[in-house]
T-cell receptor
């Protein structure tokens, strides 16, 4: 089955700097890659997603890039703010509707 | 719209006891999921359903059972609770488009002692 690895497990950045989280996946049939943000004690919420027919997608300060050949995808957060502090999870699926395989998560801490 | 709701919020069980975690969504979504979240381990899929009357196993189904008699409800049953089932349980639902987002409930924190 699909295996998703996520790095780093923790990331500390200064406010205003950029943060990058990387994930690799094993199943070449995977075609849907969402990113979820989970604040402390809260539920996960989708922040951005990308399908395999697209190489990059942006939404304000966040962007996701996908390299299908290397089977990895990354989340980029620019101009980080304290409210970006959270755990971020990547996931992969062979279908937009259905089972997601999640990475282990990255704890992002933005320090003022 | 309440979205996805879960009850209870917290529960402590003794080893060998049973319980049902309730999940309800009011968005008329066909797809529903149960995940468990252990510290530092991400989300693991327990069971999922693609519509009323249809369920299937996820990655970690042992020790759990589900049913889906209506579109709205997707209860998770724990039989003979074990300490290894101590976790936070999230229910999620997913609709038919245009977004592929899975909407999560607030979670149930379960401790088995």
């Amino acid at each position: 089955g699909e295996n998703v690895e996520q790095h780093p497990s923790t990331l500390s950045v200064q406010e205003g700097d950029s943060a990058v989280i990387k994930c690799t996946y094993s199943d070449s049939a995977s075609n849907y890659f969402p990113w979820y943000k989970q604040e402390l004690g809260k539920r996960p919420q989708l922040i951005i997603d990308i399908r395999s027919n697209v190489g990059e997608k942006k939404d304000q300060r966040i962007a996701v890039t996908l390299n299908k050949t290397a089977k990895h995808f990354s989340l980029h957060i620019t101009e980080t703010q304290p409210e970006d502090s959270a755990v971020y999870f990547c996931a992969a699926s062979t279908d937009s509707w259905g089972k997601l395989q999640f990475g282990a998560g990255t704890q992002v801490v933005v320090t003022p | 719209n309440a979205g996805v709701t879960q009850t209870p919020k917290f529960r402590i069980l003794k080893i060998g006891q049973s319980m049902t975690l309730q999940c309800t969504q009011d968005m008329n979504h066909n797809y529903m999921y149960w995940y468990r979240q252990d510290p530092g381990m991400g989300l693991k899929l327990i069971y999922y359903s693609v519509g009323a009357g249809i369920t299937d196993k996820g990655e970690v189904p042992n020790g759990y059972n589900v049913s889906r008699s209506t579109t709205e409800d997707f209860p998770l049953r724990l039989e003979l609770a074990a300490p290894s089932q101590t976790s936070v349980y999230f229910c999620a639902s997913q609709g038919g488009g245009p977004t592929y987002e899975q909407y999560f409930g607030p979670g149930t924190r379960l401790t088995v002692t």
